[in-house]
């Protein structure tokens, strides 16, 4: 799930060596996931009120139903 989120940002911003995807907490089966990017793409990341970000939780949470689990999505400065 992590290279998962790690791929779609990537390929949304300007600048994709910045993008940083880290397990912020991990329990039972629910797993929170921090998105750090360039503060020039943050809002490419986000989008027109937050439909991107939206998006993206979306994917996410459909990958981690596949594996029984249930992830969040935090984009962070």
Known sequence: MQEFVE????HLVDYPDKVVVD??????KRVVFALKVDAN???K???KQGK???AM???L?????????????????
């Open 7 to 10: 791929f779609i940002a990537k």
């Open 23 to 28: 397990i912020k907490s991990e329990e039972d």
């Open 57 to 59: 939780r979306t994917l």
């Open 61 to 77: 949470t459909a990958v981690a139903a596949k594996e029984g689990k249930r992830a969040i999505l935090e984009i962070v400065d």
């Open 45 to 47: 990341v986000i989008g």
């Open 52 to 54: 991107t970000a939206q």
């Open 41 to 43: 793409d943050i809002g």
